[in-house]
């Protein structure tokens, strides 16, 4: 299993919100190349940027940051979401080295969406689902819609797309420790590999994700637990290898 720290940049600063609220920040690093490299001298294999500004405005918003870091790190897979609506700015991350580009709003509210980007960009397309109670939220998860999250999984199961990152926004940013429950009903009920986010804190719940690894669980990403030192990132990724190897 791998462990992904999360680095959500935010008027061009690292940031960690809470629950999505873009007024509940927390800024961890003005210079969110710092931060990459504090990650990556750790010993992270990806790493998984959010423009939050993007996601909210439904373009990019800090893409050359991400381009920056991108280009720093040709060696480490990089995914982002945020702002990510057209296949110019999917061709865009692309080019510029990123390896997986993240679809969530639009994969919810225009899903024949990801059918087409799954075939111009075939392996390159991660789709976040991002729930508060079961039901899908957009825009920045300011908008919560009536769609479930394991039926809208199970609709792009067959396009191709190369991961499922599942998010229990109820959680995220609270250090209340990820929800295991949703996230292997989730993966159990389909066959892309699931990356959990959402509420990891501690090495219990990294413990506790490699028990239910074999559900299709392959990752988890982290955000507050490993700025505000709940977490060892090091320590979290030697545990998974020795628990759950990929």
């Known amino acids: 299993m791998l462990i992904i720290p999360a680095i959500d940049i935010k008027d061009g600063k690292c940031v960690r919100l809470r629950q999505g609220q ?26 998984h940027i959010v423009d939050l500004n993007g996601a909210t405005a439904g373009r990019p918003e800090n893409a050359d940051i991400i381009h920056e ?52 960009f075939p392996g390159h397309i991660i789709i976040g689902l991002d729930a508060r109670d079961g039901k899908l939220a957009t825009n920045g998860w300011s908008k919560l819609s009536h769609h479930d999250a394991v039926d809208m999984a199970q609709r792009f199961e067959d396009e191709g797309v190369a991961a499922i990152i599942f998010t229990d926004i109820g959680r995220d940013g609270m250090l209340t420790s990820v929800n ?17 986010s959402g509420g990891i804190t501690n090495l219990d ?24 030192g709940t977490l060892d990132f090091a320590e979290a990724q030697k545990l998974a290898d020795d628990l759950c190897p990929l």
């Not at 990294?206 to 505000?228: D, M, P, S």
């Open 69 to 120: 870091i991108a280009e720093l790190y040709p060696d480490i897979p990089i995914q982002v979401g945020g702002g990510i609506r057209n296949e110019d700015t999917i061709q865009t991350y692309l080019d510029a080295g990123v390896k997986y580009v993240i679809i969530g709003t639009k994969a919810v509210t225009t899903p024949h969406f990801v059918s087409d980007i799954c075939l111009e």
């Open 22 to 47: 873009m007024d509940e920040e927390t800024v961890y690093g003005l210079d969110p190349l710092e931060v990459a490299k504090r990650w990556v001298d750790a010993g992270a294999r990806r790493l």
């Open 180 to 196: 295991i429950k949703a996230t292997v009903s989730l993966s159990s009920q389909v066959s892309i590999p699931v990356i959990a």
């Open 205 to 228: 719940d990294i413990r506790n994700l490699c028990k239910v690894a074999e559900e299709g669980i392959t990752g988890a990403i982290t955000g507050r637990a490993i700025y505000e």
